[in-house]
């Protein structure tokens, strides 16, 4: 099936340090999520992105929809450790407003 | 406010044996999915439904049924459990769509 390609795998940070991540589609999406997830939960949303160039932020995220649709992107600035876990992307094509396909996730670890 | 429940949370299967994942929301939402979740992969939707009476195939149906039992129960049937189907299950609900969606703990599965 359709799968989102997301970068890098995982991430090593030391706290404080900025993050960034992204996820690239051979197709157009019509909406792009962030979610998070933490061991043995299900995910949570961060962000929603609805519009081409949209650029939004919820506290020390911010995620921006590319230009061309086909990409996203989700930074964090100055780390903390809770932000230790799991982040995916998700898009919405126009093929369906149910079937959302997701990237394989980053890991992201913080460095003792 | 409880969100999505699932139950089990673990459970232990011999190959053949049947199973039912059991999942509830109270948000009042219209739609309901069930992803299954591998190491190293994106969730992979399995079924949903976008409102009260109707169900339809994700990427990965093979081996899956499902009942939308009223507008909060949407439940996930095993009838021949296999090897290949050892994998943590998810159940989600979304107010329309897909593009904002609420996720339970997960159902961790292990099929021998």
């Known amino acids: 099936g359709q799968q989102l390609n997301q970068s890098p795998q995982s991430m090593f940070i030391q706290e404080g340090e900025d993050v960034s991540m992204n996820c690239t589609s051979s197709?157009?999406?019509?909406?792009w999520l962030w979610y998070k997830q933490d061991p043995g939960e299900g995910p949570v949303l961060l962000i929603a992105?609805?519009?081409a160039g949209e650029l939004t932020s919820n506290g020390r995220l911010t995620a921006q929809f590319g230009i061309t649709r086909k990409d996203s992107f989700l930074n964090i600035s100055a780390s903390i450790p809770s932000d230790v876990g799991i982040y995916f992307c998700?898009?919405?094509?126009?093929?369906?407003?149910?079937?959302?396909?997701w990237g394989a996730g980053t890991k992201l670890i913080i460095k003792p | 406010n409880a969100g999505v429940t699932q139950t089990p949370k673990f459970q232990v299967l011999k190959t053949g044996q049947s199973m039912t994942l059991q999942c509830a929301q109270d948000m009042n939402h219209n739609s309901m999915y069930w992803y299954r979740q591998d190491p190293g992969m994106g969730l992979r939707l399995i079924y949903y439904s976008a409102s009260e009476g109707t169900t339809d195939k994700g990427e990965v149906p093979n081996g899956y049924n499902v009942s939308r039992l009223n507008k909060r129960e949407f439940s996930l049937r095993l009838e021949s459990a296999a090897p290949s189907q050892t994998s943590v299950y998810f159940c989600?609900?979304?107010?329309?769509?897909?593009?904002?969606?609420?996720f339970g703990a997960g159902s961790r599965l292990t099929v021998l």
């Open positions: 992105l609805y519009k």
């Open positions: 197709s157009i999406f019509n909406t």
């Open positions: 989600g609900s979304g107010r329309s769509g897909a593009n904002v969606l609420t």
């Open positions: 998700a898009g919405l094509n126009m093929d369906s407003n149910y079937q959302l396909i």
